[in-house]
């Protein structure tokens, strides 16, 4: 089994920073990429920011500039920079892991259970 846990959300004012940490455990061979994503209620869940193992990273244009997505392939933990936040980054953002595992080539996906970051005055 694979678990991801997030943790780092939380309300924060306009202009704000917060910081998203995304650990990833169990049964691992290999996690090719990871990435944060984001959900408002009921419109699809859109890509905030992803990562590889050897760290070429790719982002939404709506938050280029703004987060930094990065990685500890020792720990599997990726995190995620949020500065100069806005009221439209308000959402659950989710932690995705593609995982191999052990004696697989084939990696699969794991999420978290999300985390809300409200921004608000």
């Known amino acids: 089994q694979v678990q991801v846990v997030e943790s780092g959300g939380g309300l924060v004012q306009p202009g704000g920073s917060l910081r998203l940490s995304c650990a990833a455990s169990?049964?691992?061979?290999?996690?090719?990429?990871m990435g944060w994503y984001r959900q408002v209620s009921r419109k699809e869940r859109e890509l905030v920011a992803t990562?590889?193992?050897?760290?070429?990273?790719k982002y939404a244009d709506s938050v280029k500039g703004r987060f930094t997505i990065s990685r500890d392939n020792a720990p599997k933990t990726v995190y995620l920079q949020m500065n100069s936040l806005k009221p439209e980054d308000t959402a659950v953002y989710y932690c995705?892991?593609?995982?191999?595992?052990?004696?697989?080539?084939?990696?699969?996906?794991?999420w978290g259970q999300g985390t809300q970051v409200t921004v608000s005055s």
């Open positions: 169990g049964s691992i061979e290999s996690i090719p990429a």
């Open positions: 990562i590889t193992r050897e760290g070429k990273t």
């Open positions: 995705n892991a593609k995982v191999v595992p052990p004696g697989s080539f084939i990696p699969a996906d794991y």
